[in-house]
């Protein structure tokens, strides 16, 4: 059977763990030549969803769901540190306008690397619970 790279899935783990989470574990499976890692639960009394996905050819980096937020090309080294400061607030979501839209973009420093993700939306209220509180003016 073969199993994700250890490094994003442990991260994970890791991070979930040092949040309080009773079972950390993440399920893991092949889909194709893709990987999955998946985690659902509650954080600090926040519903969290995280999905950690990476291919066979790229494994030092994946795309890394969080709630409604899409980061590509997360180094599998910074899984952990990113999922734990977005959900502790060491993070900040501002807002901008791209084209006719207004977007929300969540930005992680994680080492020398700002990983940003962004999701339609106007106000702080479109968010996930965890994330209203990063909102900037």
């Known amino acids: ?4 790279p250890a490094s994003a899935p442990a991260g994970l783990a890791s991070a979930l763990r040092s949040l309080g989470v009773a079972d950390p574990a993440p399920r893991e499976r092949w889909e194709g030549d893709a990987w999955v890692a998946d ?14 996905m990476g291919a066979r050819e790229h494994p030092q980096s994946v795309r890394l769901m969080l709630d409604e937020f899409t980061f590509e090309d997360v180094r599998t080294e910074h899984v952990g540190e990113l999922v734990r400061k977005a959900l502790t607030g060491d ?8 084209l006719l839209s207004r977007q929300l973009v969540l930005e992680v420093r994680t080492g020398p690397v700002t990983y ?3 999701v339609s939306g106007a106000c702080a209220d ?3 619970a965890w994330a209203r509180p990063l909102a900037t003016q």
Request: a positive charge; glycine letters at 6%.
């Open 39 to 52: 985690w659902d639960g509650d954080v600090h009394g926040h519903d969290v969803y995280v999905l950690v």
């Open 1 to 4: 059977m073969r199993v994700p």
């Open 126 to 128: 479109d968010l996930s």
């Open 116 to 118: 940003s993700a962004s």
């Open 91 to 98: 993070a900040r979501v501002t807002r901008r306008r791209a």
